[in-house]
């Protein structure tokens, strides 16, 4: 059976390398329409343990001031919506910023199970030697848990 996808979790970190997978999503539902859910997942950590030291700008913030971030991040990701797209309307596109105290792989992961979408898109930045060792990849560690395809866009830039 030749799998249909009418359902996509992009993922962004907001940054125009994290940003490239976008287009990608919606040229795969250009012709027979669909979802593109755009999805920014901030972790959010509780009051800091005095034992161990480590900042989250989230946890600093007023509420007043969460909502405003909150709402900016989600205009950031509407004006990511390709043009194109929005001209056709042919794809529907809802847009998600996700604050948890989860990695940020594991929380899309539980978007992707929650949402029941059919693919998770994400670009990965290419890292490669002694910064992927130190910083990982949210791209490889989603590849690894995802209990559903996974395409990764990778960038060269």
Same mark, same amino acid.
């Given at each position: 059976?030749?799998?249909?996808?009418? %359902?996509?979790?992009? =993922?962004?970190?907001?940054?125009? !390398?994290?940003?490239?997978? #976008?287009?990608?999503?919606?040229? &795969? !539902?250009?012709?027979?329409?669909?979802?593109?859910?755009?999805?920014?997942?901030?972790?959010?950590?509780?009051?800091?343990?005095?034992?161990? @030291?480590?900042?989250?700008?989230?946890? @600093?913030?007023?509420? +007043?001031?969460?909502?405003?971030? $909150? +709402?900016?991040? !989600?205009? /950031?990701?509407? *004006?990511?919506?390709?043009? +194109? *797209?929005? %001209?056709?309307?042919?794809?529907?596109?809802?847009?998600?910023?996700?604050? =948890?105290?989860?990695?940020?792989?594991? @929380?899309?992961? +539980?978007?992707?199970?929650? !949402?029941?979408?059919?693919?998770?898109? &994400?670009? /990965?930045?290419?890292?490669?030697? #002694?910064?992927?060792?130190?910083?990982?990849?949210? *791209?490889?560690?989603?590849?690894?848990? @995802?209990?559903?395809?996974?395409?990764?866009? $990778?960038? $060269?830039?």
């Amino acid at each position: 059976m030749i799998p249909r996808y009418r %359902k996509l979790l992009v =993922t962004t970190d907001l940054s125009p !390398l994290g940003n490239a997978a #976008i287009p990608h999503a919606y040229a &795969m !539902l250009a012709e027979r329409g669909g979802t593109v859910i755009l999805c920014h997942v901030t972790e959010v950590h509780g009051p800091p343990n005095p034992l161990y @030291a480590h900042y989250s700008p989230w946890s @600093a913030l007023s509420g +007043q001031e969460r909502a405003e971030l $909150r +709402q900016t991040l !989600l205009r /950031s990701l509407e *004006a990511l919506v390709p043009e +194109q *797209a929005r %001209k056709a309307g042919v794809v529907t596109t809802e847009v998600r910023v996700v604050e =948890t105290p989860l990695t940020v792989h594991e @929380a899309i992961c +539980q978007e992707a199970r929650e !949402l029941d979408v059919d693919l998770i898109v &994400m670009a /990965s930045h290419g890292h490669s030697g #002694i910064v992927r060792l130190l910083l990982g990849s949210v *791209a490889e560690h989603v590849l690894r848990s @995802a209990d559903r395809p996974v395409l990764i866009v $990778r960038n $060269r830039g």
